[in-house]
Each structure stands twice: as structure tokens, then as C-alpha cells.
């Protein structure tokens, strides 16, 4: 009919990791200053090893970060952060293997506030990989002897 098509080459696209199914909750037991919020979700081996010839041991753990803020920017905006404001609660936990029952963790907290004003809850997970540094051959590596950690999973609720 006339009209050109034009095709780009073929490339090979990059690896995407998919994240695992994760689900959070919100229940607000006297009013809004007395919440509980829960996570759950799948999880693989939180602990392998690599290279055990070389006697370099790596492991991963879940971590699981509630940050309770003030509400200082209007929710329809679509902005989940605060600039300079000092949080309301923060609460760090690392999943344990006794957390984990068939592949599945759930993990709850309850927060008490002393707040009457709007806030935001933010819920993160990371994924913390780190090296054993009691191991003489790290010593040559300082990438593999901090902590590093990556955002899995980001949740957020505003409570007005």
C-alpha cells in the first residue's frame, strides 16, 4: 500500500528480577494513635554460602523498615516524602530464620503515638547482603566487607 515499516535490530534486553508477592496491613485499634502494621510474604534461602574453597561466606538477610512522618506535603500531590522533618517513629527489624515457615514470614508491630496530626507510614523492605569479614582474603576486597543493602518492596500509607 505504500507506506514503509522500519524494524530495529534484535538486542538482547537485560535481566529483570521479579519481585516476590508481598502484602502489608493497617489496623488502627483505639482511634488513629494506637495502630498495628503488618507485613507478609515469600522468601528463598536467607542464608547460602559462595565459594567455600576460598572460604568466602556471603549471606542475605530481610530487613524490614516502618518509618512513621508527618504529613507535611497534601497526599494528592503523590509525594511519599518529608523534607527535613524528623520522624514520628522508626523502627528497624531483620527477619529471622525462626520468622520463616515455609517459605513465608509475616512480621507485625504495634505503634502507640503521641501525634494528633496527619502522618504518613512508610513501609520498606531491603534485601542486606554482606561478607563474612572474619576471612583473611576479604581483607584485599573493601566492596565485599561493607553491608550493602537494596529496596525490595515499598509500601505507603497516609493516615489524615
Not at 542475605?60 to 512513621?68: A, C, L, M, R, T
Not at 504495634?110 to 534485601?127: A, M, Q, V
Not at 583473611?136 to 565485599?144: E, G, I, T, W, Y
Request: aromatic content about 10%; overall charge neutral.
Amino acid at each position: 500500500n505504500g507506506k514503509d515499516c522500519c524494524l530495529s535490530p534484535i538486542v538482547q534486553a537485560d535481566y529483570i528480577q521479579i519481585p516476590a508477592p508481598r502484602a502489608t496491613s493497617l489496623e488502627f485499634k483505639k482511634g488513629k494513635n494506637v495502630i498495628q502494621v503488618a507485613i507478609t510474604g515469600s522468601v528463598s534461602n536467607v542464608v547460602f554460602e559462595a565459594d567455600p574453597d576460598k572460604q568466602i561466606f556471603y549471606y542475605h538477610q530481610n530487613q524490614i523498615e516502618i518509618i512513621i512522618e508527618p504529613l507535611t506535603i497534601q497526599p494528592e500531590l503523590g509525594i511519599h516524602v518529608s523534607v527535613d522533618e524528623k520522624p514520628i517513629e522508626h523502627y528497624k527489624y531483620v527477619l529471622e530464620q525462626s520468622d520463616i515457615k515455609n517459605y513465608t514470614f509475616f512480621h507485625t508491630k504495634e505503634f502507640i503515638l503521641n501525634y494528633d496530626k496527619p502522618y504518613r507510614i512508610k513501609i520498606l523492605e531491603y534485601e542486606v547482603m554482606q561478607a563474612d569479614n572474619k576471612k583473611k582474603n576479604l581483607a584485599a576486597n573493601p566492596v565485599l566487607q561493607r553491608k550493602q543493602r537494596r529496596l525490595i518492596f515499598s509500601d505507603v500509607y497516609e493516615v489524615t
